[in-house]
């Protein structure tokens, strides 16, 4: 069983930073590829960041290209979220998600993976 475990969220002013983690349980980390997404009250889910299984493909939404970096440490079994630059805009739950895929093209689809972490909230105030 594949368990996602998201950390790092919390209340920040705008502009700041915040870095997420997001540790996964198994020993086949190195295999997965993995995605932030997010969802504010009201409104859907959306796709934030994709890394391939390597770390060697990236892919982000606009709504955050250059302000928001993934990052993987296949040795520690996690992924990262660093978000600089936050906006108001940017509060939400976000979520951590995994699937067994050694593709390089990017996943922007939640339907796409098969394991979700429980979430952890960002909050910028304005």
């Known amino acids: 069983q594949v368990q996602l475990a998201e950390s790092g969220g919390g209340l920040v002013q705008a502009g700041g930073s915040l870095r997420l983690s997001c540790t996964v349980s198994?020993?086949?980390?190195?295999?997965?590829?993995m995605g932030w997404f997010r969802q504010a009250p009201g409104k859907e889910r959306e796709f934030v960041a994709f890394?391939?299984?390597?770390?060697?493909?990236?892919y982000y939404a606009d709504s955050v290209k250059g302000r928001f970096t993934i990052s993987r440490d296949n040795a520690k079994n996690t992924v990262y979220l660093q978000m600089n630059s936050l906006k108001a805009e940017d509060t939400a739950v976000y979520y951590c998600?995994?699937?067994?895929?050694?593709?390089?093209?990017?996943?922007?689809?939640?339907?796409?993976?098969?394991?979700w972490g429980q979430g952890t909230q960002v909050t910028v105030s304005s």
């Open positions: 998600a995994a699937d067994r895929t050694t593709t390089t093209r990017p996943m922007v689809l939640g339907g796409l993976y098969a394991y």
């Open positions: 198994g020993r086949t980390f190195s295999s997965y590829a």
């Open positions: 890394i391939s299984w390597g770390g060697g493909s990236t």
